[in-house]
């Protein structure tokens, strides 16, 4: 009997675990359908180009019918709804989908940790239409701004997505010689938190030199339409910052069309739990990147980065494809090959694998950040397509 097999997601874990999975099975072996809310992946690491240069759009997405084999069947819509005991997928204008193997890869929404008003008020940077409306919103308060009374700009959360677009405002800035002032807010002591110091050093001072200011050692406590309020307490009056433009990227919780999964989940960040083999509670769902807290011994779960879904959905695929079999599953451990992250038309490189350097910028970080993008865009799409992305990543 033919299995039916559904991945929901065009993210990195879905992408990749489509093109796994194709790589590994028979087409008399199994059907696959491939569901997302979007006919393309984005290439979500890069997304933050599209706030400096819109045009960029083109280089960051690739069509799923690029990615996926003829074979495969591809459904436009967000998945509503997952009757685990019956196995069907049903998404928003009430396609349903059976499935005898599931993989969940929707990734992650953005957590704004109950912060009064935050939500309401603040962009976001988690798909191609958030970057448009941070460039759009750019623009125009800086339009309406001067050198005297500049468009002020607020980018809480200096971990990676808050870094990198705090970098492409202030290259936009320049390039348009526009009045803006950017402010980077992080909560705790060091941008860039819970890593080396000599990294953390190499991001300020090229934050720095971009003029970005950063605010450091007082959490984002309220947010109005006008205001963002920084610290304050029972004895202490919460200090305003005034601004025109506020982007939020300071976590990640589930996304809400696996809320009412039947499948175990963590109570606090609502992400599905998931052994280091990508298998949850239910035999017949898994769960890879973003959308999922994979095991990986020791209390430890891997990490939310581009790099580990890249590496999670190799295993994936072939897993499903086991599944189908009937085979025993692999487990998956995740290899930290480096991070690599851009100021600007700057970049920074640390712990890169295979290099004597720990830490370094210049002109081969810079190649180096590019060349990632580009290798995974042939890698689901073509070398043609990834040779001309190279220049704008």
């Given at each position: 009997?033919?299995?039916?097999?559904?991945?929901?997601?065009?993210?990195?874990?879905?992408?990749?675990?489509?093109?796994?999975?194709?790589?590994?099975?028979?087409?008399?072996?199994?059907?696959?359908?491939?569901?997302?809310?979007?006919?393309?992946?984005?290439?979500?690491?890069?997304?933050?180009?599209?706030?400096?240069?819109?045009?960029?759009?083109?280089?960051?997405?690739?069509?799923?019918?690029?990615?996926?084999?003829?074979?495969?069947?591809?459904?436009?819509?967000?998945?509503?709804?997952?009757?685990?005991?019956?196995?069907?997928?049903?998404?928003?204008?009430?396609?349903?989908?059976?499935?005898?193997?599931?993989?969940?890869?929707?990734?992650?929404?953005?957590?704004?940790?109950?912060?009064?008003?935050?939500?309401?008020?603040?962009?976001?940077?988690?798909?191609?239409?958030?970057?448009?409306?941070?460039?759009?919103?750019?623009?125009?308060?800086?339009?309406?701004?001067?050198?005297?009374?500049?468009?002020?700009?607020?980018?809480?959360?200096?971990?990676?997505?808050?870094?990198?677009?705090?970098?492409?405002?202030?290259?936009?800035?320049?390039?348009?010689?526009?009045?803006?002032?950017?402010?980077?807010?992080?909560?705790?002591?060091?941008?860039?938190?819970?890593?080396?110091?000599?990294?953390?050093?190499?991001?300020?001072?090229?934050?720095?030199?971009?003029?970005?200011?950063?605010?450091?050692?007082?959490?984002?406590?309220?947010?109005?339409?006008?205001?963002?309020?920084?610290?304050?307490?029972?004895?202490?009056?919460?200090?305003?910052?005034?601004?025109?433009?506020?982007?939020?990227?300071?976590?990640?919780?589930?996304?809400?069309?696996?809320?009412?999964?039947?499948?175990?989940?963590?109570?606090?960040?609502?992400?599905?739990?998931?052994?280091?083999?990508?298998?949850?509670?239910?035999?017949?769902?898994?769960?890879?990147?973003?959308?999922?807290?994979?095991?990986?011994?020791?209390?430890?779960?891997?990490?939310?980065?581009?790099?580990?879904?890249?590496?999670?959905?190799?295993?994936?695929?072939?897993?499903?494809?086991?599944?189908?079999?009937?085979s025993p599953l692999k487990t998956w451990r995740h290899e930290d090959k480096g991070t690599v992250i851009s100021v600007g038309d700057e970049a920074v490189a640390h712990d890169v694998a295979g290099c004597?350097?720990?830490?370094?910028?210049?002109?081969?970080?810079?190649?180096?950040?590019?060349?990632?993008?580009?290798?995974?865009?042939?890698?689901?799409?073509?070398?043609?397509?990834?040779?001309?992305?190279?220049?704008?990543?």
């Amino acid at each position: 009997m033919t299995n039916d097999v559904v991945v929901v997601g065009a993210g990195y874990a879905g992408a990749g675990t489509v093109k796994a999975f194709e790589d590994e099975i028979r087409d008399d072996e199994a059907n696959l359908t491939w569901i997302s809310e979007h006919d393309y992946h984005l290439v979500l690491h890069e997304a933050h180009r599209v706030i400096r240069d819109p045009s960029v759009e083109d280089n960051v997405t690739i069509p799923v019918d690029e990615i996926k084999s003829p074979s495969t069947d591809f459904v436009q819509g967000r998945v509503t709804d997952v009757d685990t005991e019956g196995q069907v997928v049903e998404t928003d204008d009430g396609t349903t989908v059976d499935y005898d193997y599931l993989l969940l890869a929707v990734g992650s929404s953005t957590a704004f940790f109950g912060i009064d008003g935050l939500q309401e008020n603040a962009h976001e940077l988690k798909s191609l239409q958030d970057a448009h409306d941070i460039h759009d919103d750019v623009r125009e308060a800086a339009a309406d701004a001067t050198k005297s009374d500049p468009a002020e700009v607020l980018v809480g959360g200096a971990g990676l997505s808050g870094i990198q677009t705090a970098g492409e405002i202030a290259e936009y800035r320049d390039k348009h010689r526009a009045p803006i002032s950017i402010k980077l807010i992080e909560g705790l002591d060091e941008i860039f938190p819970g890593n080396d110091p000599e990294i953390q050093g190499a991001l300020r001072k090229r934050l720095e030199n971009k003029d970005v200011e950063i605010l450091t050692g007082d959490f984002i406590s309220e947010a109005d339409e006008e205001n963002v309020y920084l610290g304050g307490g029972e004895d202490e009056e919460p200090e305003a910052l005034p601004y025109d433009v506020l982007v939020w990227t300071g976590g990640i919780t589930g996304q809400e069309e696996i809320a009412n999964v039947d499948v175990e989940k963590d109570e606090r960040s609502n992400r599905v739990i998931a052994e280091s083999d990508f298998t949850t509670s239910d035999d017949n769902v898994f769960a890879i990147g973003d959308t999922a807290l994979v095991d990986q011994g020791d209390d430890d779960v891997a990490p939310p980065t581009a790099q580990a879904a890249w590496q999670a959905a190799e295993v994936a695929g072939e897993n499903l494809a086991r599944a189908v079999r009937g085979s025993p599953l692999k487990t998956w451990r995740h290899e930290d090959k480096g991070t690599v992250i851009s100021v600007g038309d700057e970049a920074v490189a640390h712990d890169v694998a295979g290099c004597p350097i720990t830490t370094f910028g210049g002109t081969s970080a810079k190649v180096l950040k590019k060349g990632i993008a580009s290798r995974w865009i042939a890698k689901v799409s073509s070398v043609g397509r990834a040779a001309g992305a190279f220049g704008d990543m």
